[in-house]
């Protein structure tokens, strides 16, 4: 089209100069003395961009499915979005559910390519160098990676990593967790099993595995409580998976085996839950929050409420962004701001004034009045921490790159979209 348009410049150019050699001695018209700079500024300003509309198809690439929460909230998402943008979902949407972080997924990203899909998302952090080699080879499709975070140094445009502030909504879950607790103090319903010899009452986590994305979950959790209740130590417990009903359930049983108070978990069943829940009917006092989805069904009495992303709000960004041919951000991180993270539904079972609380909470994250991550409310090895790294720059599982603490709080997922909180903080034992 550029060239075309060139030659086209070019010709008028021509005649208007032969124009001019065969006039009459009296005329004084000249042809226009065109740059080359200002056909570059024609050729732009009369190209136009591909408008896909209500065209567009989305694929989307799964590591579970609906009976797994974090798979669950990304499909409600997106049905959420498809509806608000006013498209439907089987002309609009490829479903690829249960794609394992093997080749399994660039098999998955070239076959939604080559069904004609200007969107690709995938939606777990082992799917990322799949997905970026797939985007390397079709400049055309933009590909989103969650929790990913190469699309920085890839140097691809359309190549995208997305991740929400969770850890905000962790926080204040932690909040509802230490009313709880300090309920319960009050009410001397602990016993000497549920303290350290520190005097500190103990808490559980289940975590999935040892990555930044969950130490910056957990440790926004207990900074969470111990805004309410100050003497809590916690102890966390790997599985070794995303989504293991079995390992979860028997990790939340050797925390509550450990006289933990408090079960938090970054894992995707109802396993810890239903665990603690069994224990409370049998007697132990024992009360637990959850990941992604409303857990009263499973631990009616037990739960207290979930942490848990609204997806909906990046996938009409970007989903609508497509649709109109309009860049959208390589990293975005958003959320209480936008409404991006929440809780669920409070259990009948938390303290009394808990969602005063919440809300107090949740308007002074918005504000910025209150940083997950203030320096002055953790310490590492004894000491507060003036220094810590957000980026991985060689891929070594280190962050040697972007110097977050600033104004006196750790900036997380602001250089990147990815959870990079990494520090273990005083407090907080890793048990595997």
Known sequence: MKKILALVLSTIMVMSLVACGTGTQN????????????????????????????????????VGDENEGYTYSHI?????????????????????????????????????????????????????????????????VQFVSMTGDTAKKSGLKNFHNVFTKIYEARYVGGIVAGLKLKELVDAQKLTEKNYDTDGNIKI????????????????????????IVQNVAM???????????????????????????????????????SACEERLKAGQTVYCVGYNVDMLKAAPDAALTSPTNNWEVFYEYAIGSVMNNQ?????????????????????????????EAVDQAVADIKAGTKHVFDTKTFTVGGAEVKNAFASDTNG????????????????????????SFSLRIDGIKELN
């Open 235 to 273: 102890d966390v417990q790997y599985t070794n998976s995303w989504f293991n009903i079995t390992a979860e359930s028997e990790a939340a049983v050797a925390l509550m085996d450990r006289g933990c108070v408090i079960i938090g978990q970054h894992a995707d069943s109802t396993g810890a839950p």
């Open 27 to 62: 005329e004084t018209t000249k042809a226009p003395e065109t740059t080359v700079a200002e056909t570059q500024v024609i050729e732009e300003t009369t190209t136009q961009p591909t408008i896909v509309g209500k065209n567009v198809k989305v694929g989307v690439i799964l």
């Open 327 to 355: 860049e959208f951000a390589q990293n975005w991180a958003e959320g209480y701001e936008t409404n991006s993270v929440m809780i669920t539904e409070l259990g009948s079972s938390c303290a009394a004034g808990t969602k």
């Open 396 to 419: 070594d599982f280190t962050n040697d790159a972007d110097e977050a603490i600033i104004d006196g709080y750790y900036h997380e997922s602001y250089f990147q979209s990815a959870p």
């Open 76 to 140: 409600n998402g997106i049905q959420n979005a498809i509806k608000a943008l006013g498209l439907d979902e089987k002309t609009n949407v490829i479903w690829k559910y249960s794609i394992g972080e093997t080749e399994a997924c660039y098999d998955a990203c070239i076959d939604l390519v080559e069904q004609g899909c200007n969107l690709v998302v995938t939606n777990s952090y082992g799917h990322q160098s799949y997905a970026e080699q797939a985007a390397s080879e079709n400049p055309n």
């Open 204 to 227: 559980g986590y289940v975590g999935a595995y040892p990555y930044a994305e969950v130490v910056s979950g957990y440790t926004a959790f207990f900074l969470g409580i111990r805004s």
